[in-house]
């Protein structure tokens, strides 16, 4: 949950959508169903659900909404951050050019880290804990650890992980 993220209970993402035009215009009551996100990093793109994010309403007269709910996806992105898209075009800046993807600087972790073709793919399953058991119980800087598989940034990949590993076993994207 994005209310979660920064280990707060009101945490959310704010975003105010304009047009990119000399004078930019807010753009009031897109669905909160018309956004989209994934992972900067090319190499790291996430596998997405159906509905991967929901704004918590419609913009606003001035642009504005707000995500503070699950983000609905695969995969694991470490550095780079996330984009947000909005009917189809991804939020750029900086203004006044906006030539640029805005990264928001977020970290994704998920249980679904393989999959076929060794990318994620929606399923929390075995293959999922292939990678998990490499990297379990070791602590940063070991050989074979991951920061994947810490789900709780203690840099420690133990049995306190499994536990938010198996609180999603079996799931899988709808
Ligand atoms: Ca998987
Ligand atoms: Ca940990």
Redesign the pocket.
């Known amino acids: 949950m994005i209310k979660n993220g920064c280990g707060g209970t009101g945490d959310y993402i704010w975003v105010e959508i304009r047009g990119c035009t000399e004078y930019p215009i807010p753009i009031p009551g897109i669905p909160a169903t018309d956004f989209w996100i994934n992972a900067c990093d090319q190499a790291r793109q996430l596998a997405l659900c159906a509905t991967p994010i929901i704004a918590d309403s419609i913009t606003g007269a001035n642009g504005r909404t707000t995500f503070s709910g699950v983000l609905r996806a695969?995969g694991c992105a470490l550095s780079g951050g996330i984009w947000i898209a909005v009917q189809g075009k991804v939020i750029k800046g900086p203004y006044p050019h906006c030539i640029s993807n805005i990264c928001l600087p977020i970290v994704i972790k998920s249980q679904?880290?393989?999959?076929a073709g060794g990318k994620?793919?929606?399923?929390?399953?075995l293959?999922?804990l292939i990678p998990f058991g490499t990297s379990y119980n070791k602590n940063q800087g070991a050989p074979g650890y991951s920061a994947c598989c810490d789900y709780n940034d203690d840099n420690r990949c133990n049995l306190s992980d499994y536990a938010y590993f198996g609180t999603h076993y079996q799931h899988r994207c709808q």
């Open positions: 695969g679904d880290m393989t999959g994620p793919d929606g399923i929390v399953n293959s999922d």
